[in-house]
Every structure is written in C-alpha cells, then in structure tokens.
C-alpha cells in the first residue's frame, strides 16, 4: 500500500508539472491534435520527445556541471566554456552535484509521469478502429504536452548556462500565457537550488 501511494505522489507531482504554463501547453496540444486528425503522423511527435528528453539530460548535466566549476573550482561564470564543461563533467559527479537526491526525485517523478502518459496515449490507439483518427489525435495532444514540457526545462537549462536570449523568449512565453488564460505567469529557475540542498 504504501509502494502505490509514493507512486501517486510521483504521479501527481510529475503532473504538476507538466500543468505548468498550460495554456501555451493547451495550444500545442490542440494544434498537433487537429494536425494527427487530419493527417496522422503522431509517431514523429513521439520521437521529438524522445529527443527533447535527451536535450533535456544533456543541458541538465552541462548546467550542473558549469555549477560545479563556479561552487568548487572557483570559475567565473564567463570563462566556463563548453569544452570545461565536458573536461569536468566527471569530476562533478564526485561532490555530489550530477547525483543530488533533488536532482534524482525529481527525474524519477517526471519520467513516471511520462511513462504513465505514454501508456495511455498507446492504449487509445487500441480503441476501435472505427475512431482511429481519434485515437492519434489524442495520443498526439499528450504527446505534445509533454514535448513542450522538456522544451520548457531544457530552455530552464540554458539559462541556468547562461544563455540571455532564452530569457527574453520565457519573458515572451509567459506573456502569452498570462494574456491566453488572463492569469499571471512567471518561469523561474526551479534547477538553481543552492550548493548544500543540490548534495544531499
């Protein structure tokens, strides 16, 4: 009983997630819905998660990392390079920065939840044939939703990097969203805890 509780939590706090911003996430689903309907193809949209979730580890891990070399090695921010990223990648795992318990809980409820979804999004397609274009539709809406998920922590990712231009473009996103919903929405940095929290 209690192995099926921890898995609702993880379920539910992965799902919170993904709800984030979900206007935006709403518009793309219903895009690649209406686009699967009329003309199939939500497999490639599956494969772009696939991708976005491999980004997502790769600039995750090169946040981390360039974290690592600014807490502990004593760079500047300017002068962490890529290529001292890469040289650096596993001397970071040893301090603990790359195998966080933060970093661990929250990997494991985001890909739960995707698993989860993605289950589902398969068994639609299992429905009678008779509403298949139904069922890719469908199954590209959640497929979507969570392409934009990762497209959202991968840009969290650069920024954490350094990158200004991805912070003019969140601002941009989270104007759209806020005029979209008329709610108010912000994107923080939810990756950047501090040194201490990241280790335990």
Do not use: H
């Amino acid at each position: 009983m209690e192995c099926l509780f921890k898995l609702y939590n993880m379920f539910r706090n992965g799902l919170e997630a993904i709800l984030e911003f979900w206007p935006i996430k709403m518009a793309a689903a219903g895009v690649s819905s209406l686009g699967c309907f009329l003309f199939g193809g939500s497999e490639m949209i599956l494969l772009a998660v696939l991708v976005f979730i491999v980004l997502d580890t790769v600039t995750k891990w090169a946040a981390v990392t360039k974290r690592y070399c600014i807490n502990e090695l004593q760079f500047s921010s300017e002068t962490v390079s890529m290529a001292v990223i890469v040289c650096q990648f596993l001397n970071a795992w040893k301090p603990g920065y790359l195998t966080s318990t933060n970093l661990r809980k929250c990997w494991s409820e985001k890909i739960f939840t995707y698993v989860v979804l993605v289950i589902a999004a398969g068994m639609v397609g299992k429905l009678p044939d008779m509403v298949v274009a139904a069922n890719k539709a469908i199954s590209g809406a959640i497929y979507a939703t969570i392409a934009v998920t990762e497209l959202f922590s991968i840009m969290e990712n650069l920024e954490e990097m350094g990158s200004k231009n991805v912070a003019l473009v969140k601002q941009y996103i989270c104007q759209l969203a806020s005029k979209l919903s008329g709610s108010s929405f912000s994107m923080t940095i939810r990756s950047g805890e501090n040194k201490d929290e990241e280790k335990k």
